[in-house]
């Protein structure tokens, strides 16, 4: 009552033709709290507010999020539906024309229906995205194996976070990123953070890592560029790319040998010790030194405050996970909290910096090619047969898992996959190794994009449905916390843009698999199912209601029952998620990169994020202080690698791996390694440096190795341009 008294009071101070609308913003895992603007007389958003009353961030705002208000009336908006009739032109912006929504759905259904009559139900595939709902990502699982009945499902967190889930399932038995809330971080006594560049990606958790050493708490951050984060370290360890699992088992022999061990946690609530404990002997500091190049006493500095500290969290984030390794580099950081017993209760844990808005709901419930609803395996009958009985099909009707991400476009190459519906994502910049994966979406027979801007991925496609920003349309989405949060409607959708997940209602219909959807008629209604189809599994949000969200500002999962207030603290009764109730301490050997430097490609490139952009950009290259801020992608050198090349700084340079290249200008800077380069990948076209990222896989999570792979730097005759 208080609080609506005080929103009611702020709401006074505004126009009397305005009001404001309680929501998040539409980026990154911390969904920072905001308020939306909404000139009442146009019902059209104006302006944003940050939310002080939000626990999470307490009115701290990034500069994406001050300006994503700005994307939902940009004139780059998609509000018809369009169809290309010239398919010479794919590839291109070229060769489109508008359409109404009957003509659309019959140009999808009928190519559809072809492509399934001549080459079976598989022939057709999904590949979806995290930043929507957690109803729409749900019903995009329902959609692909009901509507369609296709295996071939996967999305973009593929790409972002399965390395963190095969990790966490590995280690706990179950994923979920953060096993603390984030208002517990500025208490702990160390954080140990690893690939994070976490003032640029995820700025508003910056106050309270500060918050940490202001109270005498240490920071270790581990990360081969000089990030801002790294700068204002107590330890910096600045390691070559690809190497952290070497780093994490040197860190755990340390913390072993010099009697930081809890062993009565080791003992009664883990398996897997001794194994590990010989594994990483040999992972003496200067053994360590050897392969991280990270100085032996910074690595037992390292140790030793995280081992002292009474309670500590170690985070990471894509840094350690896209990699060909990226499960074992996330169990093995994750060793050291089970090792320590710095697990299991406040203010201790381990937790993940979420790229995408729901990249935490967004692979529980069914997007992934082998999950259900509510984190249940494909792969397990039993799990199968509770979705089946809740959905109204057969076990027999339900499709086999299919493949991962990358691995399906290259099903594309071979024709085994003939359609494509895109929803969310844009991997014709967020995949590795792009001009193969470009030729496999321009090779397609057919491929419809769903989108509310024309990105380069939808270039490609035959059929382009404009679809609503978040801010036209409401559900919920789940922090990297595990918070369920709710998304509210501030907008009405702009010209004849439809969610997403009335697009496949009105598809399933005219698929003659209406009697699964038509009773979904609101976003309130497909909420109301999803919660009942996640109801006993892993992840269980049927006891979250909207409600219940927004009277207790999120609902930390699993939730079980109207009753359930929900579980902010994971294993605080030392009870995993493995049968024997143990966490398990995973002996990890060592694995270099899957591409070495050589004479030919001395160097290593790495990727990352920043401040300024969102993933692929699509979005964020169109706000225009944005762009200004960051006009263009850059490599950063190292004054002594710029030297040996010849190299100025600003000068354009020829960057290039074994699978593509690309020119950009060069950043001279003492924040990266000398055997080491760096390009943010939120650009399009030519200036994509997954054009040149390595596509190897981790066994596990099928996560391609963005972040180290041989290259090579040339100078160009013409400077500064």
Same mark, same amino acid.
């Given at each position: ?111 559809f229906q072809k492509l399934q009559k001549d080459y079976g139900n598989d022939s057709l595939s999904v590949f979806s995205g995290v930043s929507m709902t957690n109803e ?34 590995? @280690? ?6 953060? *096993? ?33 050493? $202001? ?41 072993? $040998? ?64 896209q990699q060909h390794k990226g499960v074992d580099n996330v169990s093995a950081y994750t060793n050291m909290a089970l090792v320590t017993g710095k697990i299991g209760r ?60 990358? $691995? ?58 404009? *679809? ?49 959807? @038509?009773?979904?008629? *609101? ?139 690309a020119v950009y200008k060069v950043k001279i800077t003492e924040a990266i390694r000398s055997d080491t380069v760096f390009v943010p990948y939120h650009f399009g076209h ?36």
């Open positions: 009552m208080q609080r609506d008294k005080f929103f009611k009071e702020v709401d006074n101070l505004h126009h009397p033709n305005e009001t404001l609308v309680r929501t998040h913003c539409s980026y990154c895992g911390m969904q920072c709290g905001m308020n939306l603007r909404v000139n009442t007389k146009t019902n059209k958003i104006i302006g944003v507010e940050p939310r002080y009353d939000w626990p999470v961030t307490v009115g701290k705002m990034c500069p994406k999020g001050v300006t994503a208000y700005q994307q939902t009336n940009h004139d780059d908006r998609l509000l018809k539906p369009l169809i290309r009739d010239d398919k010479s032109l794919k590839g291109t912006k070229l060769g489109f024309r508008e359409a109404s929504w009957e003509e659309a759905y019959d140009h999808i259904v009928k190519n729409k990502c749900y019903l995009t699982g329902k959609f692909a194996r009901v509507a369609l009945g296709t295996r071939y499902i996967d999305y973009n967190g593929r790409f972002c976070m399965s390395s963190a889930a095969g990790g966490f399932l590995r @280690s706990f038995g179950v994923d979920r990123g953060s *096993t603390l809330p984030w208002t517990d971080i500025h208490e702990t006594d160390c954080l140990f953070i690893a690939g994070s560049n976490t003032a640029e990606c995820h700025p508003t958790s910056m106050f309270r890592i500060w918050n940490v050493q $202001e109270r005498g708490g240490y920071l270790i951050v581990a990360d081969p560029r000089e990030t801002p984060i790294a700068r204002r370290a107590d330890v910096h360890l600045d390691l070559r790319p690809g190497t952290d699992l070497a780093l994490a088992n040197g860190i755990l022999n340390l913390l072993i $040998e010099n009697g930081f061990a809890d062993e009565e946690f080791v003992q009664n609530h883990t398996n897997g010790f001794e194994e590990t404990k010989e594994l990483v002997k040999q992972f003496t500091p200067e053994y360590t030194s050897e392969i991280t190049g990270v100085a032996p006493e910074k690595i037992i500095r390292a140790a030793e405050l995280y081992g002292k500290a009474p309670n500590a969290v170690v985070m990471f984030a894509r840094g350690i996970e406040a203010k201790s844990g381990v937790a993940t910096f979420t790229g995408q808005g729901n990249g935490q709901g967004g692979r529980e419930h069914g997007q992934k090619s082998d999950l259900l609803p509510g984190y249940r395996k494909i792969t397990n009958p039993e799990h199968v047969k509770e979705v089946c009985q809740f959905w109204g099909i057969t076990p027999e009707e339900m499709p086999k898992p299919g493949v991962s991400a990358y $691995e399906m476009f290259e099903l594309m190459d071979q024709k085994i996959i003939r359609g494509l519906y895109l929803l969310c994502s844009n991997p014709a910049v967020s995949a590795p190794n792009l001009n193969f994966v470009r030729n496999a979406m321009k090779n397609l027979d057919f491929m419809v994009c769903s989108d509310f801007y024309l990105s380069e991925s939808a270039e490609f496609a035959d059929v382009i449905l404009p *679809t609503v920003t978040w801010s036209e349309d409401e559900g919920t989405v789940t922090n990297l916390e595990g918070r369920i949060i709710k998304i509210n409607k501030a907008q009405e959708p702009l010209g004849e843009s439809k969610p997403d997940w009335q697009i496949q209602v009105e598809l399933a219909e005219r698929l003659g698999k209406g009697k699964y959807f @038509s009773h979904l008629k *609101t976003a309130r209604d497909v909420a109301d199912e999803f919660r009942g189809a996640t109801k006993g599994g892993y992840a269980d949000y049927s006891g979250a209601t909207w409600e219940k969200i927004e009277k207790q500002d999120g609902v930390f999962w699993p939730c079980k029952s109207e009753e359930d207030e929900g579980t902010p603290h994971m294993f605080l009764d030392k009870k995993f998620y493995h049968p024997d109730g143990k966490a398990k301490i995973c002996a990890l050997p060592y694995r270099p990169p899957a591409e070495e430097p050589c004479e030919q490609y001395p160097l290593r490139l790495t990727t990352g994020r920043v401040v300024y952009h969102y993933l692929s950009g699509n979005q964020t290259r169109r706000i225009q202080f944005l762009r200004d801020m960051c006009p263009e992608p850059y490599v950063e050198v190292h004054p002594e690698t710029a030297k040996k090349y010849n190299i100025e700084h600003e000068e354009r340079v020829r960057l290039f791996t074994r699978r593509g290249e030519k200036e994509s440096i997954n054009l040149l990222t390595n596509p190897a896989l981790d066994p596990m999570s099928r996560m391609p190795e963005f972040k180290a792979c041989a290259a090579q730097i040339e100078k160009q005759s013409i400077k500064k341009v």
